[in-house]
């Protein structure tokens, strides 16, 4: 879940940084209209050396298990000098078809993104420098938001294409949501042509709720996919050591 592209051009003083962020999990409950449909997480974990590994799982509860069962695990690794993504991978299970799991390497020095598809090289691209992919343009934005207003583009690829992401401010809200009540800004990312962490429905538009401070906590997302309209809404925070009250289901922050 949760394909963001939100990002500006310049780290600002007061900007979470992505080490600090390590240990950070979230939690969210997944709805499907009405119905309870799913539990996702979003968890930047420890990599190897001198790397950051950003994780987003999603599964189907128990009783849709026998209809549509959903097995998402989609990884970005960052390194932590230049904030540039070096392995994104994707083991996707929706339904009964299993696809065979994606993995984009990224070689900066070259200018290069090679996606394999299981064992097999299906593509080269040429990539920009300072190119994202469909998840690390998340942990990007979250440490580097300068401004509030207007929209922001980045260079974004799956490993096939390389495109424009853009993401549109809206306005300032207060959410609802069980791990409590926050500020929030709207966001409406957008990154046509690009196979993000879930499928929308074409024409269909993505919201986002971003805590207004500097962590930028995603607290609520709504799309619309092909079997109808989906809304994830943040259960728990497990904030990183250190990092003060924001921590498990009771570490709310009020809204001001």
Known sequence: MLALCLLLPAAPAG?????????????YRIRWGLV????????????PPGTVVFRARARTLAYLDAVFPVRDL?????????????????????????????EVHFDPAAGLARRYQGERLARIVPVPPGVQDPLSCFLAYRTRPEATEGNFTLAVTDGKRVVTGVAVVHRRERVETP?????????EPRMEGIGGV????????????LTDDDRRLPVKVETEVIVGRFTAELTAIHAPPGTGPATGTKGRRPAR
């Open 36 to 47: 309870p449909a799913a539990r996702a997480e979003l968890e930047v974990a420890p990599g």
């Open 179 to 187: 791990a409590g009540r926050f500020d929030a800004i709207l966001v």
């Open 15 to 27: 900007a979470a940084s992505l080490a600090g962020l390590v240990g950070e999990r979230l939690e």
């Open 198 to 209: 879930f499928r929308k429905s074409p024409g269909a538009r993505l919201w986002v709720w």
């Open 74 to 102: 989609v990884e970005t690794t960052v390194d932590l000098a230049t904030g540039r993504p070096l392995l994104y991978s994707k083991f996707v299970r929706e339904g009964w078809r299993r696809r065979p799991p994606v």
